[in-house]
């Protein structure tokens, strides 16, 4: 049956209009198998639906997991007992780096993402998110940037600084060979990969929502990856800026860092820990998310205190940001600043608190399942408690000047992102398997893995809490045996072994499954609520239904029959390619039928072209690495060529008699969306240019120019700005040409800009250079090129867009109804004219102003 009103409607009521019999045509559902299919033989590296994306996503995340954690278990080895040799302090310090960045930035964040591309479009009954392809190609640039990093360790040039990297041991003089550049240019590469999975997450979210499903109505799952997803967005720059200005201090000798010139290693601290702490909970959120999901559907009951606890998801977003400086009570910062941050780090624990009660209640209140991922529940709700209440511990300032790089603190961490995050994760790979080969996961192994994960993790870091406060310091690779801490490291040791022996079993277990073992599983095994348990094929969901209230399965038990049959929205494709409807971001009303591009051989490359280019430059092939960019650079324009089509077909019934337009402009249309949440994530790393600059001024004041001299005059302030607005200006009228199809006249304007904007850069350049500075002889110049270098990878940026635009105008693929190439160009132009213009201020004004 269908949905059908008499008359087409151009607009959503948001009422869910009366089923009547009316059959689907034929061969609909083949025509959707068809278009959806995966490609075969080695044309499935192609692939970028979002159950082959994410399933890759997740398999390689975990193998990090396993090779990181291999890692652990021989730094185990090393301390089970005093004076050992089984490994050298510097193979240690490399084991140690390789497993806490593998942990935290290659197994952490990506599986959260990845369990996000995979489930959220089942969440949403959207058929895949936003930009598949943009989804392909962050999977395979974290693959091929992960394995190239673990793969340092071969050859001896693993990074050996610590995950978290604190210069000055990091610079050129203490860390001169490329060790230090695997982490910097590898992690700050793979940072990159994972805000655009931010970017597809964002979007995904508010534009492909199921009609019906205002913000009220959204699961709690799909609003902890929107708001992990905004945290990334304003904490990740953070260390890629981080990252960015060590590699250059590296290369090019700039003293960001040094003190002798002007710089401060705090510096790096400031923007790691600003990333580094809003990271604890960008890893969290998502895994609470999967708890808020599992507890109700275990419980057979819905969730106490919904809407708290989507507060309280935003409220530890917004907390996390307060909380960087927790980090470094121990650095000597002024007592005021302690006090806040030490009130912050407290009050975190209340948004926290409430999502632990919400699902205590919840548990209470309901006839709980008691399944594997009940019992890995359990387990996380015990350890995470521990973690948090140790996490007050060292929030209390005097005590954290006692713990301070001590066990106790290893202790913590592992509490909180073991308990935290492993646990769900593991919860929800027994929950959420059926939906990958319609199997269940042993019960008897599942029970198994747990109680030895569960005990053998207790033993392996419980002991640790009593060594840190026995005085045992963190990263050190032996110790005395007279200090009483031997048999603390050996039971350690142990418990870490028997922890692994859990993960062990649930590997066996997922390779049983794989090989068509275990039982097989119902459409919905749990009796779950929400849509993720909708009958799926490759195209996801048959229709979109239209959503009513939380748990639409639990509301309408017939919504399975109803949506299998093509009973709701989109019941076929009736543009003949892959599709998807796009919501209005709060009310969920259909807009548009958006169009999703399917496989392409560009992602895979541009992928592998982009990891070959970070790589070429850590091994120092500087001019090698120019032909992998070139070539990443030209496949990411071959896959966006053919994407902007235009209105190519008339408006289309999507079910129910609703008629939607298939292409919209501006605000409407999703790729402005992702191109305004790229802005946001450019302005942050600005920002954190800008608090580098006004760091370094305020440590070192006299290095900075006084009262204009050593500045260059101000007739140069006046040109750069002059040259930046025509930038603005003439993007602005170049859009008013569009709107009138004045094809000479956008050409025109667009040339206009480019010149305006390479006059700018070169203008900023000279206005530097009059100084007599260098980069390399003071924090100042450091950081005011910087500054101008970061400007000129704008120009650079906008030097590509703008010839791609002026490209697609010649090839009479731009005018007023076929436009967002050029909505997304001018958004680019514009932001870059202001921060250009921002930039120039600064420099040429704040060391005349300040006193």
């Known amino acids: 049956m269908t949905l059908r009103t008499d008359e087409p409607r151009d607009e959503f009521s948001g009422g869910r209009p009366t089923p009547s019999p009316v059959p689907r045509p034929e061969g609909e559902e083949e025509r959707l198998r068809r278009l959806w299919r995966l490609p075969r033989g080695i044309a499935l590296l192609t692939a970028v639906n979002n159950t082959k994306v994410g399933v890759w996503y997740i398999g390689t995340a975990l193998l990090f997991f396993l090779i990181a954690g291999l890692l652990a278990l021989v730094m185990r080895l090393q301390l089970a007992v005093p004076d050992n040799d089984l490994l050298d302090h510097n193979t240690y310090n490399q084991f140690f780096t390789v497993h806490g960045t593998g942990m935290m930035f290659l197994f952490a964040v990506p599986i959260v993402e990845a369990i996000g591309v995979y489930l959220l479009p089942s969440f949403l009954a959207a058929r895949d998110l936003p930009f598949p392809r943009l989804s392909a190609f962050a999977f395979w640039a974290y693959f091929f940037g992960g394995i190239a990093f673990f793969c340092s360790l071969i050859f001896g040039a693993a990074p050996d600084g610590g995950w978290f990297m604190y210069p000055p041991l990091t610079s050129y003089e203490h860390s001169p060979g490329i060790n230090a550049d695997f982490w910097l240019l590898g992690i700050g590469f793979i940072e990159i990969s994972a805000i655009a999975g931010a970017i597809?997450?964002?979007?995904?979210?508010?534009?492909?929502?199921?009609?019906?499903?205002?913000?009220?109505?959204?699961?709690?799952?799909a609003w902890s990856m929107l708001?992990?997803?905004?945290?990334?967005?304003?904490?990740?720059?953070?260390?890629?800026?981080?990252?960015?200005l060590l590699e250059i201090e590296r290369a090019f000798h700039w003293p960001f860092f040094i003190a002798e010139k002007g710089g401060d290693p705090l510096l790096w601290q400031h923007l790691f820990w600003f990333f580094g702490h809003p990271e604890v909970y960008i890893i969290f959120l998502p895994a609470a998310g999967l708890v808020s999901m599992m507890v109700p559907t275990l419980a057979r009951r819905p969730l106490i205190g919904h809407d708290l606890v989507v507060l309280a998801l935003v409220g530890t977003g917004f907390f996390s940001f307060g909380l960087w400086v927790h980090h470094m009570f121990a650095t000597g910062i002024p007592?005021?600043?302690?006090?806040?941050?030490?009130?912050?780090?407290?009050?975190?624990?209340?948004?926290?608190?409430?999502?632990?009660?919400?699902?205590?209640?919840?548990?209470?209140?309901?006839r709980v399942q008691w399944t594997v991922a009940t019992r890995f529940l359990f387990g996380f709700l015990f350890i995470f408690v521990l973690g948090g209440l140790t996490g007050v511990m060292v929030a209390v300032v005097p005590f954290d000047w006692q713990a301070h790089d001590s066990y106790f603190i290893v202790a913590h961490l592992h509490y909180v992102l073991i308990g935290g995050m492993v646990f769900p994760v593991f919860a929800g790979l027994y929950h959420w398997w059926p939906t990958l080969n319609g199997r269940l996961l042993s019960e008897r192994l599942g029970s198994w893995a747990f109680w030895l994960m569960f005990i053998g993790f207790n033993v392996a870091f419980f002991p640790m809490h009593i060594s840190g406060l026995q005085g045992m310091p963190r990263r050190v690779y032996t110790y005395p045996g007279d200090l009483g801490w031997n048999l603390l490291n050996m039971v350690s040791t142990v418990g870490a072994f028997v922890l692994a022996l859990g993960v062990l079993l649930v590997l066996v277990d997922m390779a049983r499954s794989a090989l068509g073992r275990g039982e097989k599983a119902s459409d919905n095994p749990w009796n779950a609520g929400t849509l993720e348990w909708l009958p799926n094929e490759l195209y996801a969901v048959r229709s979109i239904p239209h959503v009513t209230g939380l748990y639409p399965l639990w509301d309408n038990p017939d919504l399975p029959r109803e949506v299998r049959e093509g009973a709701h929205f989109l019941p076929g494709a009736p543009t003949d390619r892959r599709e998807t409807i796009v919501t209005s971001p709060i009310e969920a009303k259909p807009q548009y039928l958006m169009p999703l591009p399917g496989p392409h051989w560009a992602p895979f490359l541009a992928g592998l072209f982009t990891a070959t280019h970070f790589i070429s430059l850590t091994l120092k092939f500087y001019y090698f690495s120019l032909v992998p960019a070139v070539l990443a650079v030209g496949l990411v324009i071959w896959w966006l060529w053919g994407l902007d089509k235009g209105a190519d077909h008339p408006p289309q019934d999507v079910g129910g008699g609703w008629r939607v337009p298939v292409y919209v402009q501006g605000p409407k249309n999703h790729s402005w969306w992702g191109m305004v949440v790229l802005l946001l994530v450019d302005g942050t790393a600005f920002a954190c240019l800008v608090f580098t600059?006004?760091?370094?001024?305020?440590?070192?004041?006299?290095?900075?120019?006084?009262?204009?001299?050593g500045l260059p005059g101000l007739p140069w302030l006046a040109g750069g700005l002059a040259l930046w607005g025509l930038a603005a200006l003439a993007i602005g009228w170049a859009r008013s040409a569009v709107d009138r199809n004045r094809h000479g006249r956008v050409r025109l304007g667009l040339i206009v800009a480019w010149a305006a904007m390479v006059g700018g850069i070169l203008l900023d350049t000279n206005a530097q250079m009059q100084t007599g500075l260098v980069g390399a002889d003071s924090a100042y110049g450091a950081i005011a090129y910087m500054l101008v270098a970061w400007q000129g990878f704008h120009v650079a940026v906008m030097t590509l867009m703008l010839g791609y635009t002026l490209a697609r105008s010649a090839a009479g693929l731009l005018h007023s109804e076929r436009r967002v190439t050029f909505d997304n160009t001018m958004l680019m132009g514009w932001y870059s004219a202001a921060q250009g213009g921002t930039a120039l201020l600064l420099l040429h004004l704040f060391p005349r102003l300040a006193i």
Do not use: H
């Open 693 to 709: 600059y006004l760091f370094l001024w305020t440590v070192s004041p006299d290095v900075w120019p006084t009262d204009g001299d």
């Open 200 to 221: 597809e997450i964002v979007v995904g979210i508010l534009r492909t929502r199921p009609p019906g499903m205002t913000l009220d109505k959204l699961p709690i799952y």
């Open 227 to 244: 708001v992990m997803a905004g945290m990334i967005i304003f904490a990740f720059p953070a260390v890629i800026v981080a990252t960015a």
């Open 335 to 366: 007592s005021l600043s302690l006090s806040f941050f030490s009130a912050a780090s407290m009050a975190v624990a209340v948004p926290s608190g409430i999502q632990v009660f919400a699902w205590i209640a919840t548990l209470g209140a309901g």
